[in-house]
């Protein structure tokens, strides 16, 4: 079982010792007063934790260590469905049911829109650290570039059919990978000439949504209609897959590395968990109950904290604390 030890409104947890005795992970929640679906939290310079709400169609931040919070409203029929922060703090969000994307200048309140064309609900966005924004579009079945200095957009069809493109990562050489929910497959994007690659999951009805890649260059993904963990081998096409400690119907959702090159994912099922693998022992060693439904994870490298938002309209950290 876990050992649960109340300290200051956080919940301390710490897994067995036969599995990894020298880590405690610091849960804490913070209730977001506007509700509307608070989701996908990203850490700025300054410490300051950005949301959104999706269905409250509002943009906000979160003081860590006051608890205090700040709405900024934005467009009507918006309706956010994530965001990110650049290194001089400006805000950039998705406009999910508006077909652009928001620039938001929290010093001025100033907002800038720019409109993706074909892309008609901007979806998740990750920065690639030359001056682009890349984004998916769920619905359009696109995967969209923004030139974050002249404003073009460069969009991609990453499958012939619809797919669904919904999770989007980077890896350190700098190339483009997608979750595509619909057809069961992972995109591979080369940046410089926008050739797409496609390599199967695990079983033709797999479907997931997040993704990462680890230093070793492999893909993890979670299989949200089967219920199991996977790793993509992007050189062989191989992938393993574990199922996950909820069974079949645990339907993991958000997935996220660490410091540790270690995974972690949510399962949406029944319970609502936060679960953490170790690829190199191949175990799994957390599994936290949250107070909601995870859509998607931000791990702060500076502060080793990983941040979330929870249909039950909390944002909520993990603090990873180890002992040696």
């Known amino acids: 079982m876990i050992k649960l030890v109340l300290l200051?409104?956080?919940?301390?947890l710490s897994w067995p010792s036969a599995?990894?005795?020298q880590d405690t992970f610091d849960l804490k929640e913070w209730p977001v007063e506007w509700g509307g679906r608070t989701r996908d939290p990203y850490i700025a310079a300054d410490g300051k934790v950005w949301f959104v709400g999706q269905e409250g169609n509002y943009i906000a931040n979160l003081d860590p260590g006051t608890g205090a919070q700040k709405r900024y409203e934005i467009e009507p029929g918006t309706n956010p469905h994530t965001l990110i922060v650049d290194q001089a703090g400006v805000v950039w969000y998705a406009g999910n049911r508006n077909g652009r994307i928001g620039r938001l200048d929290p010093a001025t309140g100033q907002i800038k829109t720019i409109m993706t064309g074909e892309a008609r609900d901007p979806h998740t966005m990750v920065f690639d650290g030359k001056g682009h924004i890349w984004f998916t579009s769920q619905g359009s079945n696109r995967v969209g570039r923004l030139n974050?200095?002249?404003e073009k957009v460069d969009l991609i069809t990453p499958n012939d059919t619809p797919s669904n493109p919904y999770g989007i990562v980077i890896?350190?050489?700098g190339t483009v990978w997608v979750a595509l929910l619909r057809a069961g497959k992972i995109a591979k994007i080369d940046p410089e000439t926008l050739a797409v690659t496609r390599f199967n999951e695990g079983a033709d009805n797999s479907r997931s949504r997040r993704l990462d890649v680890l230093s070793d260059g492999t893909i993890w993904f979670g299989d949200e209609a089967r219920g199991m963990l996977g790793r993509l081998n992007p050189a062989t096409g191989e992938v393993?897959?574990?199922?996950?400690p909820g069974g079949p119907g645990a339907r993991p959702y958000a997935l996220t590395k660490d410091d540790q090159d270690r995974i972690w994912f949510t399962e949406t099922g029944p319970a609502k968990r936060l679960v953490g693998f170790d690829?190199?022992?191949?175990k799994f060693f957390a599994n936290i109950e949250v107070s909601g439904t995870i859509r998607h994870m931000f791990f702060d490298k500076k502060t080793r904290t990983m941040w979330f938002g929870t249909d039950a309209n909390q944002v909520g950290r993990i603090a990873l604390q180890t002992t040696r």
Do not use: Q, S
């Open 19 to 21: 599995v990894a005795a």
């Open 8 to 12: 200051a409104g956080a919940v301390l």
């Open 279 to 282: 690829p190199k022992t191949e």
């Open 148 to 150: 974050m200095t002249t």
């Open 171 to 173: 890896d350190a050489r």
């Open 240 to 244: 393993k897959e574990w199922p996950v």
